[in-house]
């Protein structure tokens, strides 16, 4: 069967491949559906917040959320180094 993101399967090949749990690993996108299908399947995330983009209203929320890929990596350091 094919699945398509946001299916859980399709992000969870991720983690059987790197044998990592998904919460180890983390999601950063600037499309708020990858964003939601990575929080979902378990994983932690990060948006991209690009002008006139913004995540889901409804569903769980990314823990990083910064307007370019410089300041969402700068937050990466800061939480997952904490």
């Not at 600037?30 to 991209?48: I, M, T």
Request: glycine share 6%; proline share 9%.
């Amino acid at each position: 069967m094919q699945r398509f993101k946001p299916a859980p399967e399709v992000y969870g090949l991720v983690a059987r491949e790197l044998a990592v749990a998904p919460i180890r690993l983390r999601m950063v996108a600037a499309h708020a559906w990858d964003v939601l299908g990575a929080l979902r399947a378990g994983y932690a995330a990060a948006f991209v917040a690009r002008s006139g983009n913004v995540p889901y209203p409804l569903g769980p929320q990314p823990d990083i959320v910064a307007s370019d890929m410089i300041a969402v990596a700068d937050r990466i350091i800061a939480v997952d180094t904490a």
